[in-house]
């Protein structure tokens, strides 16, 4: 670390002697680092025990970090739990060179053209869905929500309908994620130890292995484009004309399909239920909906749905699904004046930089217009990062925002969702992610028939 200038010392909140904060990072997460940046301001620090976290909630300070000192930091442990799943060649654990290589790579399977073609079965699984749902049913939202993303990806992934086919992979995925879930929140036994739970992760993950070795030899042998990400990732090549090896193929296709359902399912439970009790704006998304005269929404419409866009942006600014990034550092390193040392863990939680009033005025308040172009535009960059900053930003997002404007638009063509009085919904974190506890809606059909689509 060399610098010219006294390094700025970076505050800490208080705690008790020894544990430190400890006991608020187990009772509430999200109070603790709104906290830490309510008392520290841009940057702070809370204790675990020895360990010293470093929490930053300024945009300016995010943007050095993620964007400016990226080659400076990696993951760190956090989601080192993911690894036995998707395995170290995620694009997650890697760094650097090799992570700009893959990046580029799949930047053509994440291009708007190629997105495209995954929207007749985004709007085909939620018009089947909301078909089956009845007049006064109460849906178990973040449920239901979660067996459509998972249906949408299996599908836009590897061409795998689960609702029909491929029960072992469905249920092998299912197996794994709540293993994973299991490990976030109990202190974790390695995956090597013989325990009953651990002998049924890893036969999992073993069947998650077999079925897409399988998948990629049957593509091997028949190379009909089938416009999923499969086919896509098997029509790459490098500079020097070589396909992407079998095991990294992998790697990117069980990341996908973590990092890309559940991620999605939630933004979708938190918008629901913001969008019932703000009937102003709800009434508004219908109109715009409405607008659509009956079709079934494509690609071309997303233009036409611009307020719904808000909504959503507006919702993850309030519930950023990823509602916390974690980094270590490398090496020494300086940010902005404040020093860093080697191996020191650095949360950038897009939960408490969304609820800075010097970017978003009245922050606890749902306000969609907050993202009007003329407004967007007039923030710092960072100030809003549900998808993340710098190399490591979200290879998804535009999946994402695409997939949520078309499920709710085309759930809205046929019913009307009701937040029955005194239905609470809480956060609760889990790892890194945010999810609303689960909930229920009360299904009102609307009259005339469901908009038709091809079915493929
Ligand atoms: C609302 C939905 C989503 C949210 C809020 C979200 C959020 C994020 C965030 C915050 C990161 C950055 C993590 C970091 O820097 O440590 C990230 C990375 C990532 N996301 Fe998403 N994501 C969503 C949907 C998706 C979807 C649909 C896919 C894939 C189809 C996806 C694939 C990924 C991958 C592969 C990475 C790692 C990128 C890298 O390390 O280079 N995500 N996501």
Redesign the pocket.
Known sequence: METSQPYKTIPRISGAPLIGNLSEFRASRLDLLLRVSRECGDIGSFRIGPVEVVVISSATLANSL?VGHAEDFN?GPI?RIFVPLVGEK?????DGAP?RE??KLLAPS?HPKRLAEFCQSMTRYTQEAASGWQDGQMLDMVHEMTILTMRI?GK??FDVDFQNEAPELREAMMVTLEHLDHMSSSAPIPLSWPTARNKRARAAIATIDNSIRAMIDERRRDSTDRKD?MSSLLQVRDDAGQPIDESQIRA?IV???S???E??A??LSWTWQLLARHPEVYAKVRQEVDALGGKSPGFEDLPRLSYLQQVIKES?RLH???FM???AAVRDVEIDGYPIRKGQMVL?P?YCIHRNPEYFPEPERFQPERFETEREKSRPKQSY?????????????H???M??QLIMATMLQQLDLELPAGEQVKPQVLT?SLRPSAYKMRVKRRSGDAPQTKVA
């Open positions: 993620l993951g989601g995620s694009l997650i654990f890697q992570h893959q990046r994440f990806i836009t992934m990400m990117h990341t996908f399909f990092a890309g359902h991620t999605t939630l933004a993850l950023p699904t990823i990034i974690a980094r950038i897009p990062m549900p998808f993340g900053s710098g190399p490591h930003t979200c290879i998804g997002s999946f994402a925002m997939e949520t890194v």
